[in-house]
């Protein structure tokens, strides 16, 4: 009897400990209700409505509502009470990606809002790299709406050629259609560049066209160069013929070079934060 006890006592010592559970995530669905209108104030039928859109090279709801012949409509969203200073996207656009509207609202605004839809604005950029360093396709532009900042959408950098004959190469650049409004952005261009994060102003029946310059990491410059110098005064363990050249100095010890480990294996061990 003794022995079972025991035994019973090691198991219970040698199980795992139970991960702690997280406190499930509370959130509420609401109603949203407003009105679609065109640019004169009329109303709006068969607007896509919604919080969730994608985006692939034109705007797509992701359910939601669509507004009635009096341009009216209402969906539901699901919102987070305990996070009141939470902002949410609610966006309204056509079927054919043509017109649309952002609205930025917190939890307690999501009545009565107003869409005026506007003809979508279609931004271009091109990235300028420097030489030796041009940038690659493959990379991405996040867009946000200015303030409060919040996620709009996101789409590749693609590579096209100067001339339209051309083979598509040399310049990476990218193309939006945005709602008017105020956004920032992020632009990863590759490890080579800094993240470049250029402000876009879009206004009605106005095409914007950006030139955005990249700015090289510390890292690239360096890649592939003879490294830079290393002067130290102190350094712990040399080895027994260094140490003896630099008593021989006495009160001007010779410093402590890259030059000073010429023909010996070296290992540099590197400290940062990323």
């Keep these: ?10 198991t219970l010592l040698f199980l795992p400990a139970r991960a702690q559970e997280r406190p499930a995530v509370k959130f509420e669905n609401v ?14 039928a068969g607007i896509s409505v919604a919080d969730m859109w994608n985006y692939d090279g034109k705007w797509s709801a992701n359910g939601g509502a669509k507004s009635d012949a009096e341009g009216k409509f209402t969906l539901t969203v699901r919102t987070f009470p305990d996070q009141p200073q939470r902002s949410y996207r609610i966006q309204a656009g ?3 990606s043509k017109l649309g509207a952002v609205a ?18 279609t931004v271009k950029g091109t990235l300028m790299g420097e030489e ?13 709406w200015k303030a409060p900042p919040v996620w709009l959408c996101s789409t590749r950098l693609t590579t096209q050629s ?45 095409a914007v066209t950006l030139d955005v310059p990249l700015k090289i990491t510390a890292l690239a410059k360096h890649y592939g160069k003879k490294a830079p110098a290393i002067n130290v005064d102190f350094v712990r363990n ?37």
């Design 1 to 10: 009897m003794r022995t079972v006890l025991s035994l019973a006592v090691l």
């Design 31 to 44: 109603e949203v209700s407003g009105i679609t209108l065109d640019a004169d104030g009329k109303p709006l």
């Design 94 to 96: 056509d079927a054919d």
């Design 104 to 121: 930025i609202v917190k939890a307690d605004a999501l009545k009565n809002l107003k869409f005026t839809l506007q003809p979508l604005v």
């Design 132 to 144: 030796g360093f041009e940038p690659e396709a493959g990379g991405y532009v996040n867009v946000y």
């Design 162 to 206: 100067a001339k339209p004959d051309e083979k598509a190469v040399g310049q990476v650049v990218f193309e939006l259609l945005l709602p008017v409004g105020e956004y920032s952005t992020l632009i990863s261009a590759g490890e080579a560049f800094q993240y470049a994060r250029p402000a876009i102003s879009t206004l009605a029946g106005t």
């Design 238 to 274: 040399l080895p027994s013929d260094i140490v003896g050249k630099r008593a021989a100095r006495k009160g001007d010890p010779e410093p402590v070079t890259l030059d000073t480990f010429k023909g010996r294996w070296v290992l540099l061990e590197f400290w940062g934060f990323w």
